[in-house]
């Protein structure tokens, strides 16, 4: 069963408008959430990222927001760039073992801004 | 700069043949992850390492191993190679001291078996 869920596959906006792309997840253990950006034919990049302590982490045009009550969290892209068409992934840490930290990853999101 | 390095962007293999992706990290991270990424099923884990010589199976482990002899490298064998294999290969390190578990990618293995 999966404990990330993006549920929507794509996503159109204007250029200038905000984005908003939405994750949902199951494990009420995970302890920080993440957004990764990809560009095809190229590897993930982190684009921010929060504790499940917090409800808010912005920077830039980027803020995400967590709503641990429901489990769910959400990326904002203010003004959203064509730049910024891409997959983006949502994922969410929990420990392994040894202090080490695993990451669970939705399925994606792709994401155009129209010019 | 940081960097996760890959041997190849582009691979095709015949099916049966064992097939070596390799992996190199030069951030000194303990741990190492090898996932595939295919449309629509997102980034799937199937092997992970959080020291030199130890090895954890993910989600998808069938039909793979790996290896890992010193700390910044890590390689994927695809021990006899099958077309539903073909998938976009993507290898990453993660501190073990770093809050947030942020991972940092390679810049992907296409691999096209035959």
């Known amino acids: 069963d999966q404990q990330v869920k993006q549920n929507s596959p794509s996503l159109s906006v204007q250029e200038g408008r905000i984005s908003i792309l939405n994750c949902d997840y199951t494990n009420s253990m995970f302890d920080y959430f993440l957004w990764y950006k990809k560009y095809p034919a190229e590897g993930p990049t982190f684009l921010i990222s929060?504790?499940?302590?917090?409800d808010k982490n912005e920077d830039g045009r980027f803020t995400v927001f967590l709503n641990k009550s429901a489990k769910h969290l959400s990326l904002h892209i203010v003004p959203s760039q064509p730049g910024d068409s891409a997959v983006y992934f949502c994922?969410?840490?929990?420990?392994?073992?040894?202090?080490?930290?695993?990451?669970?990853f939705g399925k994606g999101t792709k994401l155009s801004v129209i010019p | 700069d940081v960097k996760v390095t890959q041997s190849s962007r582009y691979l095709v293999k015949r099916t049966g043949e064992k097939v070596f992706l390799e992996c190199v990290q030069d951030m000194d991270h303990e741990n190492m992850f090898w996932y595939r990424q295919d449309p629509g099923l997102g980034l799937r884990l199937i092997y992970f390492s959080y020291d030199v010589k130890m090895k954890e199976k993910g989600d998808i482990p069938e039909g793979y191993s790996v290896s890992r002899e010193k700390k910044e490298r890590f390689s994927l064998i695809l021990e006899s190679a099958s077309t539903n294999q073909t998938s976009m290969y993507l290898c990453?390190?993660?501190?073990?001291?770093?809050?947030?578990?942020?991972?940092?990618f390679g810049p992907g293995t296409r691999l096209t078996v035959l």
């Open positions: 990453a390190s993660s501190s073990k001291i770093q809050l947030g578990a942020n991972q940092f």
């Open positions: 929060i504790s499940s302590i917090k």
């Open positions: 994922a969410a840490s929990d420990l392994i073992g040894a202090g080490s930290y695993q990451l669970t």
